[in-house]
């Protein structure tokens, strides 16, 4: 009887590792955002911003959709955040970039099959045979994006403050980048401060 404890005792810590491992993967895909900041800056003093006048998304010399929807996304967030867009003499500048990579990972994944050699009678009843634990080894294709948003305060030509996102890119997000692009800077500027600091 004792043997039989321990065996359902070890299937349910093998199915419990099996789901923490799954729902730790699944959250991965949510991106990781942090920011650096000037130290000596009090942000509340800002009113105005502009945009660089060549951003780093618009390689190509004209205006891509990416930049469109990034400039709309930062437009909003600082508008939510009393600040105004202007044409001319901004107090702040912002730049951003946004870049994707494929990546590729092996993944070793714990499985377990059982053997139930003679007792294969077992099969399909209430108690299982014994479990026999291996390794599937598969590699995983992925795309990454990185999202860099700086803010230069204009007259001093200095980088005050820059957010950055990092995260693996769903089926989702290349299908509706410009709700993608939004997303994404609303998180990074959950990190911009807003007072002195």
């Known amino acids: 009887m004792t043997t039989i404890r321990t065996k359902v005792l070890l299937n349910r810590n093998f199915l419990t590792a099996t789901l923490l491992a799954l729902t730790l993967t699944a959250c991965s895909s949510n991106p990781t955002v942090r920011s650096d900041q000037a130290t000596d800056v009090n942000f509340s003093q800002y009113q105005t911003f502009s945009f660089v006048e060549e951003l780093a998304t618009d390689r190509a010399g004209y205006t891509t959709l990416v930049t469109q929807h990034f400039k709309d996304a930062i437009s909003n967030e600082l508008a939510a955040r009393g600040l105004r867009y202007v044409e001319s003499d901004p107090q702040l500048l912002v730049n951003f970039n946004s870049n994707v990579a494929n990546r590729s990972e092996t993944r070793s994944t714990p499985t377990a099959s059982y053997h139930y050699g003679y007792y294969h009678y077992r099969r399909g009843i209430v108690y299982a045979g014994f479990p026999v634990y291996s390794n599937d080894v598969s590699t995983v294709h992925y795309k990454v994006g990185t999202v860099n948003i700086d803010l230069v305060d204009a007259a001093k030509r200095r980088l005050i403050w820059e957010g950055i996102a990092e995260g ?28 002195q600091n």
Do not use: G, H, M, S
């Open 168 to 195: 693996t890119l769903k089926q989702n997000d290349l299908e509706q980048p410009r709700d993608a692009a939004a997303r994404t800077v609303a998180l990074i500027f959950e990190k911009l401060p807003t007072q």
